[in-house]
């Protein structure tokens, strides 16, 4: 069965850091981009990063540049986001879904249960 | 303010036929593929259409995508109580950001 599976969503003071991390298992890890999505209590769906199968290309959302990072490790089948210098706008459930394809923009196939991050202090 | 713009709220009655509308531009749904995401109260997200009009296997052929230049539709027949969610359409967008933008999603009601 085709999964991916978030946890490290936690309560963080605005300021902090966090790293999630995402496992996959059920399907050739490396062939899939990978990206995080992120809905805010109430709200809708707003894609955060996204990183290709390779690892070599990697997509910023913009409200997130310069503060988050996304990394994988096909040897782990594993996918992580780091993020820094957290605020309140932050707060919200963060997908991890697995894209159609190896490279970004075709759709994404299958999501986390996501993991809650909360900003405050 | 969302890149793709979709009507907030939809409702139909059991049996009925339903559209979601999908509006974008020339870099995202003008040039690139749409999928479509149902969402149930309290749980993730789930892929229902991609490549503009293709269904992942278990989804039912109820559900049928469409697009015509930069904007693209939803249709729902046969409609169901089960299909009471919100819906969310999604493209690439190639502009000076290369990312993906979503709709603002639209609630389904049946009535």
């Known amino acids: 069965e085709v999964q991916v599976l978030e946890s490290g969503g936690n309560l963080v003071q605005p300021g902090g850091s966090l790293r999630l991390s995402c496992a996959a298992s059920?399907?050739?890890?490396?062939?899939?981009?990978m990206s995080w999505v992120r809905q805010a209590p109430g709200k809708g769906l707003e894609w955060v990063l996204g990183?290709?199968?390779?690892?070599?290309?990697?997509y910023y959302g913009d409200s997130v540049k310069g503060r988050f990072t996304i990394s994988r490790d096909n040897s782990k089948n594993m996918v992580y986001l780091q993020m820094n210098s957290l605020s309140a706008d932050d707060t919200a459930t963060y997908y991890c879904?697995?894209?159609?394809?190896?490279?970004?923009?075709?759709?994404?196939?299958?999501w986390g249960q996501g993991t809650m991050v909360t900003v405050s202090s | 303010q969302s890149v793709l713009t979709q009507p907030p709220s939809a409702s139909g009655t059991p049996g009925q036929r339903v559209t979601i509308s999908c509006s974008g531009s020339?870099?995202?749904?003008?040039?690139?593929?749409v999928s479509w995401y149902q969402q149930l109260p309290g749980t993730a997200p789930k892929l229902l259409i991609y490549y503009d009009n293709q269904r992942p296997s278990g989804v039912p052929d109820r559900f049928s995508g469409s697009k015509s230049g930069t904007s693209a539709s939803l249709a729902i027949t046969g409609l169901q109580s089960e299909d009471e969610a919100d819906y969310y359409c999604?493209?690439?967008?190639?502009?000076?950001?290369?990312?993906?933008?979503f709709g603002g999603g639209t609630k389904l009601t049946v009535l």
């Open positions: 999604a493209a690439w967008d190639d502009s000076l950001n290369a990312n993906w933008v």
């Open positions: 020339t870099s995202n749904i003008g040039s690139n593929a």
């Open positions: 879904a697995k894209e159609v394809r190896g490279t970004a923009g075709f759709g994404f196939q299958t």
């Open positions: 059920g399907f050739t890890f490396r062939d899939h981009a």
């Open positions: 990183i290709s199968g390779s690892g070599g290309s990697i």
